[in-house]
């Protein structure tokens, strides 16, 4: 056995441990609210006649695909859920394929897979819902099922490899969503990604419809919200940049020979390389962001093009960024009607407080940036910090101080880890 394997067999076994006991917890803790333990094996006796016939046919055709098909039609089979948005009916039939191969043969490597990939696209679903008791009890399910495969079927390899990599991207989830600890999911991150390097070196994955490149922006995203700097210099974030560079190569090569291959740069990948890009640009990175970009010039997005502009309007002089800002508020307002939330919060916040960095003693127009930002922080709590900045300006530092800390609380209670080391930041350098 190999070492990602070794490693991953040792995964299972304490992260099973963990999850068992952090279910156990998480279902007592519900059972005060009246939590309902089988809503999804109930789920037909809220459908009506036409729904019933319709449901019960599904299953007996999906029954009966998978027993003359095998396990390989699973995928095939939930993406049909997946695409039509019904998680609730596709868990219930997860369940029911996972009775039905409990008990026919359930020793088998056959009968094995089927659960287990009946368990992963449950996971799936349950992960869109948000329904974390219920990710919970099947992860633990998935993770007992996966060990026992993996110590009855050692030999194979593909699938335990495949697996695996699903393993360490649920416990990503669930670190993430669930827990909170930005570190230990980093860490499930970097196991995944690991294990997906040597499926390429195996050839069990190849290029360029498969990649790693959403791997490496999630581990490159992670790593710089990751506020414990001891685990941060345990983790050689250049090594992980100089990987995507390599596969962004990789992926040119093939959409350069071929445009059938330009499919791979759809809209989701270019939407995580601008994010990425925006972050290494603002944490310093210049090198590496000038390098990426120049393998993919043509993928910038207007609002990566603004929130750029205005990093490097902050670094002018004063006089200068004034009249950069005021040129580029028009151009900031046509933005903002096709953004999402988060990127209208980034803008605003870049904007104004680059406003507040160069307008010194001005009373004024601080008064008047002041009301803006204070409309805005109602709607983007990052916003508060801006506001706070503008407080100190106009002399009115004890209620900045009380602003912060009041919204370094809710932070704290709500578990935003990055709003909180912003204004944990600003209030180390400012008082």
């Known amino acids: 056995m190999n070492f990602e394997l070794f490693g991953l067999e040792q995964d299972l076994k304490i992260e099973g441990e963990n999850i068992e006991k952090y279910y156990n917890d998480y279902l007592e803790l519900n059972k005060i609210f009246g939590v309902d333990e089988n809503k ?42 997946r695409s039509s948005g019904d998680y609730e009916l596709g868990i219930f039939i997860a369940n029911r394929i996972i009775e039905k191969y409990k008990e026919t043969n359930p020793e088998t490597p056959e009968s094995f897979l089927i659960r287990i990939y009946a368990l992963k696209n449950a996971l799936d679903f349950l992960s869109l819902k948000d329904d974390k008791l219920y990710y919970l009890k099947y992860l633990r399910d998935f993770i007992k099922e996966l060990s026992e495969f993996l110590e009855i079927y050692p030999s194979y390899i593909e699938e335990i490899y495949r697996l695996g990599v699903h393993f360490y991207s649920f416990l990503y989830i669930h670190y993430l969503t669930i827990e909170n600890e930005i570190e230990k999911a980093l860490g499930s991150l970097l196991k995944l990604y690991n294990l997906r390097k040597s499926m390429f070196q195996t050839g069990i994955l190849k290029y360029p419809y498969e990649h790693n490149i959403y791997y490496l922006i999630n581990i490159i995203l992670l790593y710089f919200k990751v506020n414990d700097e001891l685990v941060k210099l345990s983790v050689d974030i250049n090594e992980y940049i100089s990987d995507l560079k390599v596969e962004l190569e990789k992926i040119k090569e093939f959409v350069d020979k071929s445009p059938k291959y330009q499919i791979v740069l759809n809209s989701d990948l270019k939407r995580y390389l601008n994010e990425v890009l925006t972050t290494l640009y603002s944490v310093g990175f210049e090198e ?38 005021k040129k580029i508020k028009p151009d900031m307002d046509t933005a903002f009607n096709n953004l999402t939330n988060e990127k209208k919060e980034i803008i605003s916040f870049l904007f104004y407080n680059t406003y507040l960095n160069h307008l010194g003693e001005d009373l004024e127009e601080i008064e008047k940036i002041k009301s803006e930002v204070e409309r805005l ?23 900045a101080k009380s602003l912060l800390e009041r919204e370094k609380e809710k932070a704290i209670i709500s578990g935003n880890k990055t709003l909180q080391k912003l204004i944990e930041d600003y209030l180390s350098s400012e008082f």
Request: proline content about 2%.
């Open 377 to 399: 922080s109602k709607k983007f709590s990052s916003l508060k910090v801006v506001l706070a900045k503008a407080l100190v300006k106009i002399g009115q530092r004890e209620e």
């Open 40 to 81: 999804y094996d109930n789920l037909l006796l809220e459908y009506g006649t036409e729904e019933l016939k319709y449901s019960l046919s599904l299953m007996t055709n999906t029954l009966r695909n998978i027993e003359k098909k095998g396990y390989k039609i699973i995928e095939p089979i939930f993406d049909t859920f």
């Open 288 to 325: 590496d962001y000038n390098e990426i970009v120049s393998i993919f010039p043509n993928i910038l997005s207007k609002e990566h093009k603004l929130i750029i502009k205005l990093y490097e309007i902050d670094r002018m002089d004063t006089f200068e960024a004034l009249d950069k800002l």
